[in-house]
Structures are given as structure tokens and as C-alpha cells.
């Protein structure tokens, strides 16, 4: 047993169901590129019949990215099936259907309300006609993992004869424990007969902190496909984390079936810091400190005796060398004196390629960033490329801003934006200067009832001079799904950080209504 493990990434679909997170069209660009620098095999870009959003995200990642295969995903349906074929069309034969069905009981009997029989005629017909429309064709068995074993393996082998190419079986709910997917995997290898005409694999949610150590059991058994998110982001508590189980597989190889010193995948390990930051910046979901890999303590040693050993020699204390997953890469902090082609070429190592336009937007913020502090960090950097991807498109655009607060003051706000090329003053006064720039927002964008139920600021980088980054979620009335809509805003001064996250949520919630009225 030694093929390679092939990597499908998620985030751009099951990562992004995950609540809090929602990325426009360009953030998911950025993400895709940056998973195409990682080595991922298969991108699922998206689903592309669920939104008039998705389907361009899906279709504008298959024109884009060139080395990895683009999937869409697609229930068993036909209208699905026929969307996810025309989204991923541009990224020709490596454009994949992702068709999914559910086969446990409980599915069955209370979503379904289908038999064995009928579940499984559909999974063949779904198949057939994927594999009328595109060559390489996933079949997923939703919750798999509490599927019979023998009806699991029936159908298994009835989609393979229909023309999947890969077939998944998940552990849906998070449920399953790495002794039983290693049987779950087994009986499909020995009980198969066509099990060689395909790819085996495994996609883990994480509802019981099992997720990477399913996944890895499965690859023991022998999966070849593993399914996941970078930094685990998902449904409920996520999925699992492709850069955890890409590294289990790299540090001990022997112990899930490949040679010590085989390299068990295709990732280029040295792009998964990068790729972690990419992912959360854009998705708006940092990452814990303490997350293996990823997280900023995750080589960090306190302690005196730690930190003797590792001086002594790495390994005593280490068990992955930090640079191998792209730690340690800083360079120095860009100035104000920066120009255009630095600042660019420091975009291009944060993984992030941008339109002429764009950068000139993102240097234009820069330099004012540079005029208020002495060192602009990669961090601060990279906040501005999300704060100006998030507002690429927007209905409003910040021009100026202007308060005053003080103890014995009324805070008041003058804020101008722009829409459509047109200015637009007004002011208000507020209960705080925070407050006072949300009012002045509403009176000139028309706002009613936004009520801001979250607001969360952070600081981007070090230092006391550091970007100020601002996430809130404000209810809007007019929101169909009546869900909060987040907003994310950076700037040097925190009020004005908490003004552009502001007007962020008001363009989000224009687009939002702007779908559901054309549904
Ligand atoms: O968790 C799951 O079962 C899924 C399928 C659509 C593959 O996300
Ligand atoms: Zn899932």
C-alpha cells in the first residue's frame, strides 16, 4: 500500500458553513490560490446550485486556479448535478461532481423517508448522469459511519459500477471512533469487489475532538482521499484539520503504512503557516494559540528546561522542525518609505496576489497607515488586504471620518461615504463616539433597526501603534434569514476601525437583501 494520500480541501464549502464565517467571491479567490501554492489535490470550491454566489465562486475558482481539480458539490439530484457541472465546466478535466446521499437508517427513515432499495437507485441514477456530464465523479455516503455495514458496502460498490471515480465515506455527526472507521474502511476493501476502481475516502467532522485521529486511522486502513479544513473550520466543531493530518502523515509515516522517509502526500508543508493565516484573515475565524501547528504557541517553549533542551539540541523538545511548515519567516516591518513594488512583493509572500486596482487601494491605506506608525507588520498588512477585499464591491465606500468624545462632551460623528461615485455627509450624535459614527452611518445609507449584538476588537500586530481590528454583528430587520451579519474593520484608530466594520455589515446586509429579492 503506497499511494499517495490525496488531499480534497473543504474550507471553501464545509469550512465556510461554519457559523461566523462567510467569505466574498475575492476572499475565496485568495483562499483558492493559496490552497493551489499548498498542494492540495481537489479544491471543493463550493455548491453551486444553493446561490447565484456559489456558483460563481465555483466557476470563477475553475477558470483560476490551474494545478489542482475543482469540485462542486451536488445532491443527488438533477438540477444539482447539472449547476455543479456547468460551475466547475472552466477547469475542464479536472472539473469534478461531488454527489452526495445519505444511507443511515436515521437518514433514511426521518429526512428521506426513502427505503434501501429507493436510496439506492437514486445514488446509481445521481452517479450516471455526473458521470454523463464530467469524468471524475465523488460519491458520497452521507453518515456513513452510521450506515449498515453490508448496505453501506452494496452501495459502495453500486456507485463504483455507475461510474464514481472516488467514493467518501463520512463520519457526518462526528460520532465514530478510530477503531471503528479502521473496521468501517476494512469490510469496504475486503467485501468490494470493484473496490479497486476506486479511491476510498474519509471526510471527519470533529464533534468529539476525533476528527484527525479517524481520519488517520482511516488511511492506515486505506483511504486514499482525505477530506478537510485548514485550521479545521466547519459545520458545529469543524472538520478535520488538514494541516494536522498532513503532518502526522509526514512525521511518522511508518505508522500509517509508508516507509520511513516516504514522503506520504503531494503538500508542500512549508505553505501551511501561510495558508493557516490566509484562511483565517479571510474567513474572519482566528485561530486558538494553543492549536497544534497552527497556532502561535504551538513551538513555543516557556519553560527554562524546555528551553535549555532545544537549545541543546531541537529535537528534545520538538517534534516537527518549525520551518518545515513555514514558521520563522518573518522580515523586517515595511515604512512609510516603502513603495509600490515592495510593499507588492510582501503581498505575494503573505500569499496574496492582487489586481493593479487593488493594490493601489491597498498601498494608498498603507501609506496613511505608515504616517501614524513607525513599522507596518505583515499583520497590519494583511489586515488591510482583507479590509479592502471585504469592502471590494461594496454599495458604500468610506471617504472620511471625524468625532469627538471627552468626558464632558456629546460624542458627535461627521461621516462621508461614497455610492456610485456620488458624496454623502451627515452627522449624529450617539451615547460614545462608537456609537455617534453607526448613527451618522445609518442616517446617510437609510439604515433602520441595525442593532449591534457582537463587537470584538483586537490589535493586528504588536506594539502600541498596532492596527486596530474590529469584528461586530448587527441584526438588521431587513435581513431575510434574520441571522446577525458580521462586519470586520481595521485602521490604526479603533473608532474608525469600528466605523468601517460598521458600514462592512450595512454593505453585507445590502447584498444579502439584494439576493433574496432576485430568489
Ligand atoms: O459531512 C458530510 O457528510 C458532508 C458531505 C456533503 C460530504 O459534508
Ligand atoms: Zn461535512
Not at 452526495?100 to 437518514?107: N, Y
Amino acid at each position: 500500500m503506497n499511494d499517495k494520500v490525496l488531499f480534497f480541501d473543504t474550507t471553501l464549502r464545509d469550512g465556510e458553513q461554519c457559523p461566523g464565517a462567510s467569505m466574498n467571491l475575492r476572499q475565496k479567490l485568495e483562499v483558492a490560490r493559496q490552497l493551489e501554492k499548498l498542494g492540495v489535490d481537489i479544491i471543493e470550491a463550493g455548491f453551486p446550485v444553493i446561490s447565484d454566489g456559489d456558483f460563481e465562486a465555483v466557476s470563477t475558482i475553475a477558470r483560476t486556479v490551474k494545478k489542482c481539480r475543482i469540485a462542486g458539490l451536488a445532491r443527488c439530484v438533477e438540477k444539482d448535478i447539472r449547476a455543479a457541472a456547468a460551475a466547475v465546466a472552466p477547469a475542464g478535466d479536472r472539473a469534478r461532481i461531488h454527489t452526495f446521499l445519505a444511507t443511515s437508517p436515521l437518514h433514511r427513515e426521518f429526512k428521506l423517508k426513502k427505503s434501501k432499495e429507493e436510496i439506492l437507485a437514486m445514488a446509481v441514477e445521481g452517479v450516471k448522469l455526473a458521470k454523463s456530464l464530467v469524468n471524475d465523479v465523488e460519491f458520497s455516503a452521507e453518515d456513513a459511519s452510521r450506515t449498515e455495514l453490508d448496505y453501506l458496502a452494496q452501495v459502495v460498490e453500486a456507485v463504483i459500477d455507475a461510474g464514481a471515480t472516488t467514493v467518501n465515506l463520512p463520519d457526518t455527526v462526528g460520532f465514530t471512533t478510530p477503531a471503528e472507521y479502521t473496521k468501517m474502511i476494512e469490510y469496504m476493501v475486503k467485501f468490494v469487489p470493484n473496490v479497486d476502481k476506486c479511491v476510498l475516502s474519509v471526510h471527519c467532522h470533529n464533534d468529539i475532538g476525533l476528527a484527525v485521529a479517524n481520519s488517520l486511522a482511516a488511511v492506515a486502513a486505506g483511504a486514499r482521499q482525505v477530506e478537510g479544513t485548514i485550521n479545521g473550520i466547519g459545520e458545529r466543531a469543524g472538520n478535520a484539520a488538514i494541516e494536522e493530518v498532513s503532518m502526522a502523515l509526514s512525521t511518522r509515516p511508518e505508522s500509517f503504512g509508508f516507509a520511513k522517509g516516504e514522503k506520504p502526500h503531494n503538500l508542500n508543508t512549508r505553505e501551511i503557516v501561510t495558508t493557516s493565516r490566509v484562511v483565517a484573515r479571510m474567513s474572519g475565524l482566528s485561530v486558538q494559540r494553543s492549536k497544534a501547528i497552527v497556532g502561535e504557541n504551538a513551538f513555543a517553549h516557556s519553560s527554562g528546561i524546555h528551553q535549555h533542551g532545544i537549545l541543546a539540541k531541537r529535537e528534545t523538545y520538538e517534534v516537527i522542525d518549525p520551518a518545515e511548515v513555514g514558521w520563522g519567516e518573518t522580515e523586517l516591518p515595511l515604512t512609510k518609505h516603502s513603495g509600490r513594488a515592495a510593499v507588492k512583493a510582501r503581498l505575494e509572500k503573505l500569499g496574496h496576489t492582487l489586481s493593479d486596482e487593488e493594490l493601489t487601494q491597498v498601498f494608498n491605506r498603507f501609506k496613511k497607515v505608515g504616517d501614524s506608525k513607525k513599522f507596518v507588520y505583515d499583520d497590519d498588512l494583511a489586515s488591510l488586504v482583507n479590509d479592502s477585499l471585504d469592502t471590494h464591491n461594496a454599495v458604500w465606500k468610506m471617504i472620511a471620518l471625524q468625532f469627538t468624545s471627552g468626558s464632558e462632551a456629546v460624542p458627535t460623528a461627521t461621516v462621508t461615504l461614497e455610492k456610485e461615485g456620488k458624496r454623502f455627509t451627515d452627522c449624529a450624535i450617539g451615547n460614545g463616539p462608537v456609537n455617534a459614527c453607526f448613527k451618522a452611518i445609518d442616517r446617510i445609507t437609510r439604515t433602520k433597526g441595525g442593532e449591534l449584538v457582537e463587537y470584538n476588537v483586537r490589535s493586528a500586530s504588536a506594539g502600541q501603534d498596532a492596527l486596530g481590528e474590529v469584528t461586530v454583528k448587527v441584526q438588521f430587520g431587513t435581513d431575510c434569514s434574520c441571522k446577525p451579519v458580521s462586519g470586520k474593520g481595521a485602521a490604526t484608530d479603533v473608532i474608525e476601525a469600528s466605523a468601517r466594520a460598521y458600514l462592512n455589515a450595512v454593505n453585507r446586509n445590502l447584498k444579502l437583501v439584494e439576493i433574496a429579492t432576485k430568489a
